[in-house]
Nanobody, 124 residues
């Protein structure tokens, strides 16, 4: 079992930055691909960014390319999401996820472990 805990959410103005962190426990995160997803009010959960288990490969949803950066530190068992130039439409609950295999995976079906989420609100 892998337990994931997100942190770093909050209220930010449009154009600002936020860094989300995800701390894993239970098993070594280096054995899992990782990803960030989000669910905006009234919408379904959607993929944001994914990273392979080594960190060598990343994948982004089109709407966040060039603004968000996913990274990981397997020695510290953490995954991060740096979000820059935030827009009001980025407002959502953000979830960290881990899935077995190399990754990255842009689909929720490949992820078996999920955090509780952290809220990000971007004001205009």
């Amino acid at each position: 079992q892998v337990q994931l805990v997100e942190s770093g959410g909050g209220l930010v103005q449009a154009g600002g930055s936020v860094r989300l962190s995800c701390a894993a426990s239970g098993r070594a995160l280096s054995n899992y691909a990782a990803g960030w997803f989000r669910r905006a009010p009234g919408k379904e959960r959607e993929f944001v960014a994914g990273i392979s288990w080594s960190g060598a490969s990343t994948y982004y949803w089109d709407s966040v390319k060039g603004r968000f950066t996913i990274s990981r530190d397997n020695a510290k068992n953490t995954v991060s999401l740096q979000m820059d130039n935030l827009k009001p439409e980025d407002t959502a609950d953000y979830y960290c996820a881990a899935g077995q295999g190399p990754g990255p995976y842009p689909s929720t079906s490949r992820f078996g472990y999920w955090g509780q989420g952290t809220q990000v609100t971007v004001s205009s």
